[in-house]
């Protein structure tokens, strides 16, 4: 078993954040996993990628994901982009940052109200919201692999006080909001 996740969001927004915790939470169920972070303009607002691999064995790929399972848009104009959909196929679950189904035929779709959970929770930086543990939830609970405690437990381990307490929020949120068709 491989699982291959790519996520597309903005600079700013927590997705390279968001890869890593995956790639721990994985970790910590047990398999073998990596994130790989890309870079582009490196400021904020800027297009950023970051990849997530799992798997039951070590991982001797170090590249970029180039044929993703799941695909996580963590910001719904990046659905413009050719990029984001570079190696997808009819089988790739695409997660979107959205409130309702973005018309996306030919493809399995799962939303999340991203942004609205991470405004709800005080997560916003500079105007900016802040996704990562939000769509950290949300993708544990589409790959099937892992479990919500594990989730806030990583939480846990990265944040303490108030602001672990508003990322276990947005964390649960994402693992139970995410809806799939």
């Not at 790639?23 to 303009?41: D, H, N, T, V």
């Not at 070590?58 to 993703?68: L, N």
């Not at 991203?114 to 900016?128: F, K, P, R």
Request: glycine share 12%; aromatic share 6%; proline share 3%.
């Amino acid at each position: 078993m491989l699982l291959e996740i790519r996520l597309h969001g903005r600079g700013g927004q927590g997705i390279v954040t968001a890869a890593e915790m995956i790639a721990e939470a994985a970790i910590i169920e047990g398999f073998y996993a990596q994130s790989i972070p890309l870079f582009g303009a490196e400021r904020r607002g800027a297009p950023v990628s970051a990849s997530t691999r799992i798997s039951e064995s070590p991982i001797r790929r170090h590249s970029q994901v180039k044929e993703p399972h799941i695909v996580a848009v963590c910001d719904p104009l990046l659905l413009y982009m050719k990029e984001v959909f570079n190696g997808v196929t009819e089988g790739t679950l695409l997660v979107v940052n959205h409130k309702q189904e973005p018309q996306l035929e030919g493809f399995r779709v799962a939303i999340i109200d991203a942004t609205g959970i991470a405004v709800e929770n005080g997560l916003v930086s500079a105007g900016w919201a802040i996704l990562s543990t939000v769509i950290f939830g949300a993708v544990s609970k589409v790959t099937g692999l892992i479990k919500k405690g594990t989730v806030l437990g990583v939480i846990n381990s990265r944040w303490k006080g108030e602001v672990a307490e508003r990322n276990l929020r947005a964390a649960e949120s994402g693992y139970d909001g995410v809806k799939t068709w």
